[in-house]
């Protein structure tokens, strides 16, 4: 590979995200506590950034468990899901994260997500019979 145009070589795959990651030359003058607190911001606004990329995605799929179970569409859907771990786990190697990792994480918010469309799906069935 010669370019770095690569989808899985840009820069952006490899950068850390937080400078203060880096044993950098100019942070030496900064206690050690100074940098764990520095550190922990940024892991603290990463945190913050999951629960709302979480609570987005949640949402989206609250519409899709509503739109399945007024379609009579199953809660959920081994194939689609098989072709969401594969493409996770090649974008978790490109980030150098564990494709394990990345593959029981989805994993988890699927089986959660599955769960939700379930209980649409019985409550829609609850209100038909009713
Ligand atoms: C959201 C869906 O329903 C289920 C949940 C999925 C998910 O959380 O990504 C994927 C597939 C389905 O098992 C869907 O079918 O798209």
Known sequence: MTSATHPTDRPEDHAPVDPAATDAPHRTSETAMERLTSIRGTIDNIDAALIHLLAER??????????????????????????QIQRLRSLAEAAHLDPEFAEKFLTFIISEVIRHHEAISEDHQRGHDA
Request: hydrophobic residues 25%; aromatic residues 4%.
């Open 58 to 83: 949640f949402k989206a799929t609250q519409r899709v468990g509503k739109l399945k179970a007024e379609n009579d569409l199953p809660p959920s859907d081994p194939e689609r899901e098989k072709a």
